[in-house]
C-alpha cells in the first residue's frame, strides 16, 4: 500500500528480497528527498530576487543594461510568486528549474556587487557577461510559463476566489478577487488565462469600481495590453474587450496610453476576429477624443488600416461604425485629415451614406460632416463628389432609412449647403422640397417634426427659398400644424409661416383661402389654450395687412375684437394693426364693428 503513495521513479528502482521490499538508493531517489525542500527554496529565490532588484537600484555603470535585467528580474518575479503556493511536489522537472534559477540569481548578484565596487576586470567582458544573464532570466521566465501551461503544476492550492457580493463588497474584498485574477492572468494556463479574462470582464462591466482596483495593481494594465498580440485569439479577445471597458473611464486613459497601448490596438486592426477589431476602434474611438494621442495612431499606420476597415464591403456594420468614429476623431489634425483627402476617400464615404446599414450610415455622414465642418475647399469637394445629392437620397420616403438616419442626413444637408453658392437649386435638382412635402402629408411624428425643422431651415436660406416654397405648396401643409397638439409642431410652423410672408407672393397665396386668416385670428382668443405664442400671429397677421384681401377678411370676420382686446392690452402689433385697418376707407367699416 505504501508503494501507490510512491514517486514512479522510485517504484522503477525497488527490488524484491525475501516477499519484503528493499528501496534501492539511486540519484534519482536522492533528488526525489530533496524535493521535500522544493517549497522554501521557491520561497528563498523569490526572497533574493527581490533583494536583487532593490540592489539593482544603486548601479551607476551599464544603466541600460541594468534596467533590462531589472525588468526581467521584475517578470520572473512575478512568475515566481504566482506559483509560489503550487503543488510541485514529486516533479523533477520543476525542481531543476528552480534550481538553475537559485544558479543565475547567485551569478547575477556577483555581477551587481562588481558593478557597485568597479572591481570588474573590462567593459567589454562585464557587458557580455550582462547579456548572457539577461538571455538565461528570459529563459526561466519561458520555462516557468511552459511548465504551467503544460500542465506539470498542479494548482492544488490556487483556489478560486468567489466573486464578492456586489452590495456589501468592501473596496479590500474587491482588490483580493482582482488580485487572485491578476495572479491566474500572469502564469495560468491559457485555459486558466482566459476564465480570468471572461471574468474581469464581467465584473468590470457589474462594477466600475473594479477598474478603479485594477488600475491601482502593478502590471495589470501591462499585461492586458500585452495579450492584444497573443496568437490565442480568445485571450486577445477578452483582452480587447477589457481594455475598451477601461479607456471609458477618463482616469484611465493616460495609463493605458503609457504601457504602450496604442501600438497594440493598431495591429489588432490587421487580425482575423472582426469582433476583436471591434473593441480594439471603440477603444481607440475613446483614446483619440485626446487629438494627443491622434499622432500616435496616425505614426504606427493607423490611419490606413481603419479606412481599409472602411472600405472592406464585407465587415458588419459596427466594426465599420466605430472606424468611422476614430477616424472622425483623427481629422481634427489637420494633417491626417490633408492625407485622408488626398487618399480619395472622400468619395468612399459618400458611398458608404448610401448604405442600407444604420450604423454604417450615420457614422459616416458624421464623419462627412466633421471633415467638412469650417473647411469651404472640403465642403465643395463633398458637394462636387455627390454628397448633398447622397444625403438627400437618405430623405426619400422610397427607401427604408431609419428616422434618426434621417434626422443625421438633414443636419449634413444643413452643413454642406452653408457654404454651397447655389444650395437650393441642388436641394430641387434631387427632389429634397418633393420629400419635405411628402412627410408634412405622410409621415409618423417624427418625420413631420424632421419637416419642419427642413422647412424653418430652408426659410433662412434665401428669399428665393421662400418663394419656392410657396410655389409648391408648403403654405397649406404648415397651415395645418398650427392646430397641432404639440406645442413645438405649433410654434415651428408659425415660425415659418412669418418668415415666408416677407414674400408678397407668399402672402397672395397665403389669403386665397380666407380660411387661413380667420384660424389666426380664432387663435387670438383670450381663452384659447391650445394655441401659438400670441406675439407671433399678430407678427404675421401685421405683414399679411399689406395685402388688401387680407385686410378685408380680418375686418369681416367678426374676430377682430380679439385684435382690439390686445390693444387695450398694450400689445404693440395689435395697436399697429388696429391703427392701420382704422385709416381711410376701413375706418367707417370699424367703427360700426366696435359700438355694435
Not at 409618423?444 to 428669399?463: H, I, M, P, V
Amino acid at each position: 500500500m505504501y508503494n501507490d503513495f510512491l514517486p514512479k521513479t522510485m517504484k522503477n528502482n525497488m527490488v524484491e528480497d525475501n516477499n519484503s521490499l528493499l528501496v534501492v538508493p539511486t540519484h534519482s531517489q536522492q533528488i526525489q528527498e530533496s524535493l521535500k525542500v522544493e517549497k522554501p527554496t521557491t520561497q528563498k529565490v523569490i526572497e533574493e530576487i527581490s533583494s536583487l532588484i532593490s540592489l539593482s537600484y544603486s548601479i551607476k555603470v551599464f544603466s541600460a543594461k541594468w534596467q533590462l535585467i531589472r525588468n526581467k528580474l521584475e517578470e520572473l518575479l512575478s512568475s515566481l510568486t504566482a506559483i509560489e503556493n503550487c503543488d510541485s511536489n514529486n516533479n523533477l522537472e520543476v525542481f531543476s528549474t528552480i534550481q538553475a534559477i537559485t544558479e543565475t540569481i547567485k551569478d547575477c548578484h556577483d555581477q551587481a556587487n562588481q558593478c557597485l565596487e568597479l572591481s570588474y576586470t573590462g567593459k567589454l567582458l562585464m557587458q557580455s557577461n550582462l547579456d548572457i544573464v539577461s538571455g538565461k532570466l528570459e529563459k526561466h521566465k519561458k520555462d516557468i510559463l511552459d511548465i504551467d501551461n503544460v500542465g506539470l503544476l498542479t494548482h492544488s492550492y490556487a483556489i478560486e476566489v468567489s466573486r464578492p457580493n456586489i452590495v456589501v463588497a468592501s473596496r479590500d474584498d474587491l482588490r483580493f478577487y482582482i488580485l487572485d485574477l491578476f495572479s491566474r492572468i500572469k502564469i495560468g494556463s491559457v485555459d486558466m488565462k482566459g476564465q480570468a479574462l471572461i471574468a474581469f470582464n464581467e465584473v468590470i462591466q457589474e462594477d466600475e469600481r473594479y477598474v478603479k482596483v485594477a488600475s491601482e495593481v502593478d502590471n495589470f494594465f501591462s499585461f492586458l495590453v500585452h495579450f492584444l498580440d497573443s496568437q490565442e485569439r480568445e485571450i486577445q479577445e477578452n483582452a480587447a474587450k477589457a481594455v475598451s471597458v477601461i479607456a471609458g473611464f477618463e482616469s484611465c486613459k493616460s495609463l493605458l496610453i503609457g504601457v504602450g497601448i496604442i501600438a497594440p490596438l493598431v495591429r489588432v486592426l490587421e487580425s482575423e476576429s472582426e469582433l476583436t477589431k471591434e473593441f480594439a476602434t471603440k477603444c481607440l474611438q475613446k483614446l483619440t477624443e485626446n487629438a494627443d494621442n491622434a499622432w500616435s495612431v496616425s505614426a504606427h499606420g493607423g490611419v490606413t488600416s481603419l479606412l481599409k476597415m472602411c472600405d472592406n464591403e464585407e465587415n458588419h456594420g459596427e466594426l465599420v461604425g466605430s472606424a468611422c468614429g476614430v477616424l472622425k476623431n483623427l481629422v481634427i489634425v489637420q494633417e491626417i485629415k490633408r492625407f485622408i483627402i488626398d487618399d480619395d476617400a472622400i468619395e468612399m464615404f459618400i458611398k458608404l451614406v448610401m448604405s442600407k446599414v444604420e450604423v454604417i450610415q450615420i457614422s459616416s455622414i458624421d464623419f462627412l460632416q466633421t471633415i467638412a465642418s469650417g473647411n469651404e475647399s472640403v465642403t465643395k469637394l463633398i458637394i462636387k463628389e455627390g454628397g448633398v445629392r447622397a444625403l438627400i437620397s437618405v430623405l426619400d420616403p422610397k427607401l427604408s432609412s431609419s428616422t434618426k438616419g434621417r434626422q443625421i442626413a438633414l443636419r449634413g444637408i444643413m452643413t454642406l449647403c452653408i457654404s454651397s453658392e447655389n444650395p437650393l437649386s441642388i436641394l430641387i435638382s434631387h427632389g429634397f422640397l418633393d420629400h419635405i412635402l411628402y412627410f408634412f402629408q405622410f409621415g409618423d411624428f417624427l418625420n413631420q417634426e424632421l419637416a419642419l425643422k427642413a422647412a424653418f431651415w430652408l426659410c433662412g436660406t434665401s428669399e428665393e427659398a421662400k418663394n419656392v416654397m410657396g410655389y409648391v405648396g408648403f403654405i397649406p401643409e404648415l397651415v395645418k400644424f398650427l392646430g397641432s397638439k404639440s406645442f413645438e409642431f405649433r410654434e415651428m410652423a408659425a415660425e415659418t409661416i412669418s418668415s415666408m410672408m416677407t414674400i408678397p407672393r407668399n402672402r397672395k397665396r397665403f389669403v386665397h383661402d380666407d380660411q387661413n386668416v380667420t384660424l389666426l385670428l380664432q387663435m387670438l382668443h383670450p381663452e384659447e389654450t391650445n394655441s401659438v405664442n400670441k406675439k407671433l400671429l399678430l407678427s404675421i397677421l401685421m405683414t399679411l395687412t399689406s395685402c388688401n384681401s387680407a385686410r378685408k377678411q380680418i375686418v369681416d370676420s367678426g374676430y377682430f375684437k380679439y385684435i382690439e382686446k390686445l390693444a387695450e392690452d398694450e400689445e404693440s402689433d395689435a395697436k399697429k394693426i388696429v391703427k392701420k385697418l382704422s385709416g381711410n376707407k376701413f375706418r367707417s367699416i370699424l367703427n360700426g364693428l366696435w359700438h355694435s
